[in-house]
């Protein structure tokens, strides 16, 4: 699995949107891009993934750039309920692989 | 439905005692994983079972760590004896084996046990 690189930590406003970066140089073109997150004193949440094209759910948007180098998570209207640790992770869909956990984003939303 | 249920939620030990945790997966969800996570670090992976075989144990500490899932289903990972570095939070986490259907192959995690050995 590519090695992905996040900020350590991140603040944003209740109410605006947060936006997460992450980069994977090395990225391979059968790795998608999986997002995560973990709420203190819980197990990690699937939030959102792809491959090459723009995704969006009813938890999140998913950005990844054209050359597939980077990509951005966004919640669009952060809440309170969204301070976690965001990791992104790049994996390979084929196949029941492990997930490759690096030390994440700690978002806190701020009142 | 039912998510991952773990128990139990806390544990605390004596070092070189012996302690279990539990695990039932998802209905349905043949792959099934336990994760440690040290204060402060993503999960890591300890084992990975595909129904009742264990298809990757890489990383598991053999010497002192040990792991079942008889029938398929629930798993339960062992610790004998505990040391004072195995206090993390231990997860489950299951998720379909590819080609069972199902889209995607998302994991669901369960809430894990936190351990603390004294």
Request: charged residues 20%; neutral net charge; aromatic residues 8%.
């Amino acid at each position: 699995d590519a090695k992905t690189t996040q900020p350590p930590s991140m603040d944003c406003a209740e109410g605006r949107a947060a936006n997460l970066p992450c980069n994977h140089s090395t990225i391979s073109g059968n790795e998608y891009v999986y997002w995560y997150r973990q709420i203190h004193s819980q197990g990690p949440q699937y939030i959102i993934h792809g491959l090459k094209n723009n995704e969006t759910n009813e938890m999140a948007s998913l950005i990844i750039t054209e050359d597939r180098k980077s990509s951005t998570l966004i919640l669009p209207h952060a809440t309170l309920r969204d301070t976690a640790v965001y990791y992104c992770i790049a994996r390979m869909i084929q196949g029941a692989q492990k997930l490759v956990f690096g030390q994440g984003t700690r978002l806190t939303i701020n009142p | 439905e039912a998510g991952v249920v773990q128990s139990p939620r806390y544990k605390i030990i004596e070092k070189k005692q012996p302690v279990a945790f539990w695990c039932n997966p998802i209905s349905g969800h043949n792959t099934l994983y336990w994760y440690r996570q040290n204060l402060g670090q993503g999960p890591e992976l300890l084992i990975r079972y595909e129904n009742e075989e264990a298809v990757d144990d890489s990383q598991l500490p053999k010497d002192r760590f040990s792991a079942e899932r008889l029938k398929g289903v629930d798993s339960t990972l062992k610790i004998q004896p505990a040391e004072l570095g195995d206090s993390a939070v231990y997860l489950c986490a299951s998720s379909r084996s590819p080609g069972t259907g199902g889209t995607g192959y998302g994991y669901t995690f369960g809430s894990g046990t936190r351990l603390t050995v004294v």
